[in-house]
C-alpha cells in the first residue's frame, strides 16, 4: 500500500512507479510456469536480475537522452533527484499598425462544460483601450465560450466601423478553423458559420497567441462568467482594478512570461 501511495518526484520516477510493481508480477508468473512446466530451476536472484534488467529498457526507450547509473540501487537514487528543465519565454503584447485595431479575445467554462463567460478588449495603434467587453454564455464548453467570444468581438468591431482588426486568440483550434486550415466540429459549426459571414465585411487576421499574451482578455471573460451579464467598458477607468493594471503594464511594453517544462528533458 505504501508503494502506491508513493508521490512521483518527477515524471521518470512515475513511470517507475507505475511499471514496476508489473514488471516484478510478469517475472515471477514466467519464472514459475518455467518451474512447473519445463522443470527449470527458480531463481530468485535471477527474477531480480530479469526486474533491474527491463526496468532500465523501459527507462532508455522513454527517456533516451538520460545517462543513468548501470547499478540499480544508484539508478532508483538517481531518478528520485532529477528535476525536469523548465523553459522560459518572454511574451509581449505587440500594437498594431497604425490604421489598424487589434482585438484580443478569450472564452472560459468553469467544469468545460459548465458556466461559460467570454470577453475582450479592442485598442488602437498606441496601445489605448477603445472598447472592453464580457458576456454571460450560460452553461456550454470552452470551445463554444472562445467562439461566442470571437463573434461578439467581431459583432462590436462591425458596429463601430473598425473593419481593419487583428483578432488575437489563445485557442489555436478556432485560429486555424477560422483561417481554413481544419474543419470546425459540429459543437460550434453554426457559430463559425456567422462568424465567416462577418469577415466578409472587412480585413480580419486572426493570429494565435499564447495564454501569457492574452491575459486581459482572460479577465474580461471570466469576469462575465462571475457578473453572469454583458458588460461594455468604453473608458479604462472603468475597468476592475487589476485589468487596468494589466492594461498599464501591456501599454509600456513589459512582457509577460511563459514557463514550459521540456519534455523528456531532466536535469
Known amino acids: 500500500m505504501q508503494w502506491w501511495l508513493t508521490i512521483p518526484k518527477n515524471e521518470v520516477h512515475r513511470v517507475l ?7 516484478i508480477c510478469w517475472e515471477i ?18 527474477i531480480i536480475r530479469q526486474v533491474c534488467h527491463l526496468m532500465s529498457l523501459i527507462l532508455q526507450c522513454q527517456f533516451s537522452k538520460l545517462n543513468l547509473p548501470v547499478i540499480w540501487e544508484d539508478k532508483c537514487a538517481y531518478v528520485e533527484k532529477l528535476q525536469q528543465v ?37 485598442r488602437d495603434h498606441r496601445g489605448l483601450m477603445i472598447v472592453a467587453f464580457a ?14 467570444a470571437i463573434l461578439q468581438g ?68 471570466s469576469l462575465g462568467e ?10 479604462d477607468l472603468s475597468l476592475p482594478r487589476q485589468v487596468r493594471a494589466y492594461l498599464k503594464q501591456e501599454q509600456d511594453g513589459f512582457p509577460n512570461f511563459r514557463f514550459r517544462q521540456k519534455k523528456n528533458l531532466f536535469c
Not at 168 to 186: C, F, G, Q, T
Open 86 to 122: 523548465i523553459h522560459s519565454q518572454l511574451v509581449i503584447w505587440s500594437r498594431p499598425e497604425e490604421g489598424w485595431m487589434k482585438m484580443n479575445v478569450d472564452g472560459c467554462s468553469k467544469g468545460n462544460p459548465g458556466s461559460a463567460g467570454g470577453g475582450g478588449i479592442i
Open 226 to 235: 462571475k457578473v453572469r451579464n454583458q458588460i461594455v467598458f468604453t473608458e
Open 154 to 221: 467581431l459583432c462590436i468591431c462591425i458596429d463601430r466601423g473598425f473593419l481593419k482588426t487583428i483578432v488575437e486568440s489563445d485557442s489555436l483550434m478556432l485560429v486555424n478553423i477560422i483561417n481554413k486550415k481544419v474543419r470546425p466540429p459540429w459543437q460550434i459549426h453554426s457559430i463559425m458559420a456567422q462568424i465567416g459571414e462577418l469577415i466578409q465585411k472587412g480585413s480580419f487576421l486572426f493570429v494565435h497567441v499564447f495564454r501569457e499574451g492574452n491575459v486581459i482578455a482572460d479577465q474580461m471573460a
Open 29 to 46: 508468473w514466467k519464472n514459475r510456469c518455467a518451474a512447473r512446466f519445463e522443470n527449470l530451476h527458480m531463481s530468485s536472484r535471477h
Open 135 to 148: 458576456d454571460y454564455f450560460g452553461l456550454c464548453s470552452n470551445n463554444v465560450a472562445e467562439a461566442m
Open 17 to 23: 512507479l507505475q511499471c514496476l510493481p508489473f514488471v
